[in-house]
């Protein structure tokens, strides 16, 4: 039985006449959010290549990420988070780490694709200081502050991470 026939088959109602209710979607729209790599919008637990992250960012008005920062294999939720902390923002968002190596390990890593990294200073002074007046104050992590959110139901935890070594930025992490 082909695809085509299959969904034909599901649509029909007992006793109605095939042709009255088949529909013949085109292949493309029916692999739509599946996480299937061929795919233009994942669904919001998949991964999506550099490439397709770099797409949606450039919708969304969100500039390339600076550096050697890669977005390969990040989760398509985390990209919907960053860009729902664009628009409710209505900042200039930096993307300063991603996917790449370099990040701590766990279950909720950069290298998982749940983390992004975001400038503070400059044009993110702006994100900055919409995060400490509009999201929830939490416990520090270690020694920096932790705020909360969520943000087109997805929560986002911001960590203003201060390492020793320099480069304060915002740590994001989108579930």
Same mark, same amino acid.
């Given at each position: 039985?082909?695809l ?9 109602l007992? &006793? ?6 088949a529909?013949?979607?085109p292949?493309?729209q029916?692999?739509?959010?599946t ?6 919008t994942?669904?919001s $637990? ?12 450039a919708?969304? &008005?969100?500039?390339r ?6 977005l ?8 919907q &988070?960053?860009i729902?902390l664009?628009? $409710? ?5 930096t993307i300063?780490g991603?996917?790449?190596r ?9 290298a998982?694709g749940?983390?992004l ?11 900055t200081k919409?995060i ?5 104050? &939490? ?10 959110g969520k943000?087109?139901g997805i929560?986002?935890?911001?960590v203003?991470e201060?390492p020793?070594?320099g480069? +304060? ?5 989108? +579930?």
């Open positions: 039985m082909t085509g026939a299959a969904l034909t088959s599901i649509l029909v007992p &006793g109605a006449s095939s042709s009255a209710y529909t013949t979607a292949a493309k029916l692999v739509v959010g996480g299937n790599p061929t795919s233009h994942p669904a $637990n998949g991964r999506l290549t550099n490439r397709q992250a770099l797409a949606q960012l919708a969304a &008005g969100i500039k990420p600076v550096g050697n920062t890669s390969e294999g990040v989760r398509t939720r985390t990209i &988070g960053v729902a664009k628009k $409710n923002s209505r900042c200039t968002i300063t991603g996917t790449e370099g990040h701590a390990p766990g279950p909720r890593s950069h998982l749940y983390k990294d975001l400038r503070t200073r400059n044009e993110g002074a702006c994100v919409w400490k007046n509009t999201q929830k104050k &939490g416990k520090p992590r270690g020694t920096d502050p932790r705020w909360y943000l087109a929560s986002l935890e911001y203003y201060t020793r070594r480069g +304060v930025h915002w740590d994001v992490t989108f +579930v």
